[in-house]
């Protein structure tokens, strides 16, 4: 500090003590001012000493500042000015952004903002919230800084309790608060959510069922399933909460929701951990099933009084359950356990919906051989649906045959459970149970034939598929089957169902059957019907057939009504060129013949009339003695035989023998057009006399 001169501190401090005049002295008028050059300042006299110490005490004075205290200032402030000071005050703490890095500026600054937010409220939260949502992603460490501020308050952490009450719930507000205004700011895609999920110090119940309503939205489903799958594997203190959450949302009334909760959950089954309790709800949640009605969460959004199962309900509680099955395979235990119990709706739908994951589970499983084993009373039907389902496109392994076969002899009398694996029998079996297999509902016998037959699911033979017994052996087994009423009806149909794969029983093969029948005494009951069925589908057979008739004349067939029935019906169809045949039959057999079919009567007489002296000749004489007595007798009639033949042709029955006459002629044109080489290659049996007979007409 300069040196002041102590005439000059006189003068100042008389200055400033007394005015702008010092003491002792007066001011000169304007007209007296001095000259130019004279002395600025005239003094008359010094200052005495009293003065001295009177300017020194008053110079101290001044100099000593009396500090502010806000107390003694007497104002007093509204709370509306209280309100906007503190608005004010956040807002510039807010918008100051983050010019000032250095020393940790940012940091304290944080730590005002969120002070002020937590103890003040009412004021400034919501301004913080604004203020962050303006760019969450900048925002972000502002956000978790007030995220832990807030739950070590609520937690206590911190002795503020005496001042603040009211932080019990304070933290879960503000999280919910920060999650609900995401959802209204932020895109589908932004990950921001997820991340103070991740790193917040707790999430609530009220955060999880914020997170459950993203799941809910189609809009936001991606990110909150997403969100619950890395809560599961991230946050491993909370991962009951957090699983249980997703496991609920796996029986969601919503299809594309639940398909997601479902993936993921097959995701998370890789954990041990998390597979034990995923498969514990799976199982709970089958267990539904023995109940008389539906869980209320498993209806959606209807009410529970008065319902009842339905496909869809049904369905809520197996998909997850069937999801597993392919990754667990001893889950196969619980669902056949489950099974038993079920109505009988429930198992249709079980059936259908066991499908898909049996095939990827395979049929080499050592839980489904187990299965087997241990197949519990009631069962059955679920058994047999699984290795239906396995043998489709697949040739059953020895075990599971072996299985099978033992499951049938010790424990279970259900033959069903043999036809997924009937390829895989000894042929002796097949021939032994094949009665029992004929003889269920017509869509089971159908899967037999096919099965014997080494038909795929497209209805192809399949190599893999190759059945001890051949197609031949088939319908001969078919027809060796014991003569009863009720195993006649199934045999009917199943040989029936035989001719409709034309590409496996070709003319050819029908052939080798018939002969292999004629064989056999006595003759197979259904062994006429066959032959004529064979006509219906292969008209060009009718000189193969005349072959078996005449066969049959030699056997006698007329000691087996049934099969006698057939030959002289086969015979009317077949005319004329069965009539060759008829002429070979005994005397009482063609009269048995006419008194079945009428139309043959006629036919003969004609025919043989027809013939000549040489061709007459070879026909023995009973024979032709009892024609020419029916020709006779017919002649005989006269007008009386002109009017019994007018009645038949206005009754009931001139329709059927038109219809007759019909056929024989469609079965001569179909000849007509046969290849010759048929006759060639040994097909054609007959007499000359027959032959003469076609070259005539």
């Not at 997703?246 to 995701?267: G, P």
């Not at 597993?324 to 119990?341: E, G, I, K, R, T």
């Not at 519990?376 to 043998?391: D, K, V």
């Not at 013949?593 to 007459?616: C, G, H």
Request: aromatic share 6%.
């Amino acid at each position: 500090m300069p040196r002041v001169n102590p005439a000059e501190i006189s003068t100042v401090a008389q200055t400033s003590a007394f005015g702008a005049t010092p003491l002792g002295t007066s001011r000169a008028p304007p007209s007296q001012a001095p000259a130019a050059g004279a002395a600025s300042l005239v003094i008359d006299k010094k200052p005495s000493a009293a003065e001295l110490a009177a300017a020194k005490d008053t110079r101290r004075k001044a100099r000593h500042i009396k500090p502010f205290k806000l107390l003694d200032v007497p104002t007093t402030t509204t709370p509306e000015d209280a309100a906007r000071q503190m608005k004010e005050t956040f807002s510039r703490l807010a918008d100051f952004g983050d010019e000032p890095t250095h020393g940790g500026v940012t940091s304290d600054r944080m730590k005002v903002i969120v002070g002020l937010a937590i103890h003040f409220p009412d004021t400034c939260r919501q301004m913080l919230l604004d203020h962050v949502m303006q760019d969450v992603r900048a925002s972000m460490e502002l956000i978790l800084a007030w995220l832990f501020e807030e739950y070590s308050v609520s937690e206590g952490y911190f002795d503020r309790k005496e001042a603040i009450s009211g932080f019990g719930k304070r933290y879960d507000q503000c999280l919910t608060m920060l999650l609900t205004s995401f959802r209204q700011k932020l895109e589908p895609e932004d990950r921001s959510f997820t991340k103070v999920l991740l790193d917040a110090p707790c999430v609530t119940q009220g955060a999880l069922e914020i997170v459950r309503s993203y799941c809910e939205d189609d809009e936001y489903m991606d990110l909150g399933i997403s969100t619950l799958s890395e809560l599961v594997s991230r946050r491993p203190a909370a991962t009951e909460a957090y699983l249980y959450t997703l496991l609920d949302l796996t029986t969601h009334h919503y299809q594309k929701l639940r398909d997601m909760a479902i993936e993921v959950t097959k995701k998370l089954f890789c954990s041990e951990i998390l597979a034990s309790e995923v498969v514990k709800f799976a199982c709970k949640t089958l267990a539904q099933l023995n109940n008389d009605h539906p869980m209320g969460d498993m209806e959606g959004d209807t009410e529970v009084a008065g319902s009842t199962w339905t496909e869809e309900t049904i369905s809520l509680c197996l998909q997850l359950f069937m999801s597993l099955l392919p990754l667990h395979h001893s889950l196969l235990h619980d669902l056949a356990q489950v099974y038993v119990d079920v109505s009988t709706a429930i198992k249709k739908v079980i059936h259908k919906r066991v499908e898909k994951p049996i095939r990827e589970i395979g049929i080499e499983s050592e839980e489904l051989l187990k299965l087997l084993e241990e197949c519990p009373p009631g069962a059955e039907s679920l058994i047999t649906r699984l290795l239906h389902t396995l043998t489709l496109d697949a040739r059953p392994t020895p075990e599971l045959v072996d299985r099978a076969r033992s499951l049938y002899k010790r424990r279970v009398a259900d033959i069903r459970v043999l036809i997924p694996v009937v390829i895989g029998l000894e042929k002796s079996e097949i021939l032994e149970y094949l009665p029992l297999l004929i003889k269920q509902q017509p869509a089971v016998m159908r899967e037999v034939v096919n099965r014997l037959l080494g038909c795929s699911q497209s209805g192809k033979i399949s190599a893999v598929l190759k059945s001890p017994l051949t197609a031949t052996e088939v319908l001969v087994a078919l027809h060796a089957i014991e003569d009863t009423d009720e195993m006649m009806k199934n045999v009917m149909k199943a040989i029936s169902y035989c001719f409709e794969k034309e590409n496996i029983f070709t003319q050819e093969t029908i052939a080798l059957v018939l002969q292999q029948l004629v064989e056999r005494q006595p003759l197979p009951t259904l062994f006429m019907r066959t032959v004529i069925q064979s006509l219906s589908i292969y008209p060009r057979m009718i000189t193969f057939s005349m072959s078996i008739l005449e066969r049959l004349v030699k056997k006698q067939a007329w000691l087996q009504p049934k099969v006698w029935q057939g030959f002289v019906k086969c015979c009317s169809m077949t005319k004329p060129q069965s009539l060759v045949v008829l002429l070979q039959l005994p005397r009482q057999q063609l009269d048995s013949a006419f008194q079945i079919s009428n139309d043959l009567q006629d036919a003969l007489v004609d025919f043989v009339k027809s013939l000549p002296p040489k061709q007459r000749n070879g026909i023995s004489k009973q024979t032709l003695k009892f024609i020419e007595s029916v020709a006779k007798s017919k002649e005989d009639g006269g007008s009386a035989a002109s009017t019994s033949s007018a009645k038949e042709t206005s009754s009931p029955a001139t329709p059927k023998k038109s219809k007759r006459r019909t056929s024989a002629e469609h079965g001569e044109k179909a000849k007509s057009k046969a290849d010759k080489s048929d006759e060639r290659r040994g097909n054609s049996t007959e007499t000359p006399t027959a032959v003469k007979v076609k070259t005539e007409k």
